[in-house]
């Protein structure tokens, strides 16, 4: 709801677009920094099925524990993560695609 008010609707246009554009799939690594309650990384793992690996992560706990439960809910497969964008705790490298969608907005 929130995403529809702040973006007039839009942020289904951008989320499609950003999938599009990414190229990701099949076996591909996605990290999502700061993607609260984890829209853009359940379409990436929808995307890539059981083959891709999508990573969720927040600063804010409650933001991710709600991600966590919704994607769960869905039935998709993202691993979360709460941390800070500033330090990762992944290897450098790491990831195909990395997202910041509404993060910044939030910032």
Request: a neutral charge; charged letters at 25%.
């Amino acid at each position: 709801l929130m995403n529809d008010l702040m973006s007039g609707g839009l942020h289904r246009l951008w989320k499609s677009f950003t999938i599009a554009k990414s190229g990701v799939r099949g076996r591909a690594r996605v990290l999502d920094v700061a993607g609260g309650t984890g829209d853009l990384a359940l379409a990436f793992a929808r995307k890539l099925g059981e083959g891709g690996e999508v990573w969720l992560t927040d600063i804010n706990n409650a933001m991710l524990t709600r991600g966590r439960d919704r994607l769960c809910d869905k039935g998709a497969l993202v691993r979360v993560a709460q941390c800070d964008a500033e330090q990762l705790p992944f290897p450098e490298d790491y990831f195909d695609c990395l997202t910041v969608a509404f993060g910044l907005r939030n910032m």
